[in-house]
């Protein structure tokens, strides 16, 4: 199957422990503003699926969407609130790493962690901690390099090898995707049906 990705908003939960069971789960994580919403909303060809929002820090809750597709039993797909905004209320930034920690190491359906990463800037110190952390508890992640159209045609290459030595990985290793302009959806679509859908 191909096209966009079939998703259905479930719930929102301020808890990881709060979420309903899942045959099969993918999760997406980036710090705030690394474009998180705007790249689930370009993977469902949908608007307003997740809140893009201009002022980072707000979306703090789990939301989780169904995956319909030909499996029997629908996947889910999480989206992990941002990491690293300092303005985010202090309790919020206290309670993430332990709720994100506790998700991403006891969630037995998780087949996926996809990484983002700002294409244009990162990967940033908290990335490489992220990617460290996944990496020493041997989560499985990809990364997911975003706002591709943001960096200059002439610069690509550069670029694509800064980044992937800044995350310690083969440039090969990582997807781009622009969700401004539809670059590397498709690529991203087919890797999370891979999973889900
Ligand atoms: P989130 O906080 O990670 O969910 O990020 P958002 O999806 O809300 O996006 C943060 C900002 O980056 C918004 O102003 C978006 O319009 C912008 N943005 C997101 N994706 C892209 C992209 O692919 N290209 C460009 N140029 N801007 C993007």
Known sequence: MSGPLRLTFL???SRADQLPESPVEVAFVGRSNVGKSSLVNALANRKQLARVSNTPGRTQLINLFEVA???TDPGTLVDLPGYGFA??????????PEMIEGYLLGRDSLAMV???VDGAIGPTK?????LEWLRYHGVPHTVVATKFDKVKPS???????ELAAGCRLDPGDIVWASATKGDGIDVLRSLVRTWVG
Do not use: C, F, N, P
């Open 11 to 13: 719930q929102s939960a």
């Open 69 to 71: 597709g030909s499996r």
């Open 87 to 96: 303005k985010a209320s202090k309790s919020i930034t206290r309670d993430w």
């Open 114 to 116: 996809y990484v983002l």
């Open 126 to 130: 908290l990335d490489e901690q992220m």
């Open 155 to 161: 610069k690509r290459a550069t670029r694509r090898k």
